[in-house]
């Protein structure tokens, strides 16, 4: 069992920056994929940003929405079991509550950018990015 707690989220203005936090519990964090979405006012649920399970061979492999590509960087810090989203050149359609996600085995792109595939969530932090 694994328990994810968001933090970082809050009020910013457009072009300003914002560090979300994900904490998670259990001895074995390397192994999970870790994965950010969000949800906008009134829409479904949609990828963020993705980060493969460390562990593998192929691990830490990143994988981003085209929309944040270029402005948001997920990394992870297994001593901390913390996966983080650094978000940069924050703009008003980025409002959203963002979810973090913990999938217990590995993935690629097509795996790990759909919220299905994920076996755990955290409760949501909410961004608010006014122009």
């Known amino acids: 069992q694994v328990q994810l707690v968001e933090s970082g989220g809050g009020l910013v203005q457009a072009g300003e920056s914002r560090r979300l936090s994900c904490a998670a519990s259990?001895?074995?964090?390397?192994?999970?994929?870790m994965g950010w979405f969000r949800q906008p006012p009134g829409r479904e649920r949609e990828f963020v940003a993705a980060?493969?399970?460390?562990?593998?061979?192929?691990?830490?492999?990143?994988y981003y929405a085209d929309s944040v590509k270029g402005r948001f960087t997920i990394s992870s810090d297994n001593a901390k079991n913390t996966v983080y989203l650094q978000m940069n050149s924050l703009k008003p359609e980025d409002t959203a509550v963002y979810y973090c996600?913990?999938?217990?085995?590995?993935?690629?792109?097509?795996?790990?950018?759909?919220?299905?595939?994920?076996?755990?969530w955290g409760q949501g932090t909410q961004v608010t990015v006014s122009s």
């Open positions: 259990g001895r074995t964090f390397s192994r999970y994929a």
């Open positions: 996600a913990a999938r217990g085995s590995g993935g690629g792109y097509t795996t790990l950018t759909s919220l299905e595939n994920y076996d755990y």
């Open positions: 980060i493969s399970d460390t562990i593998s061979w192929s691990g830490g492999i990143t």
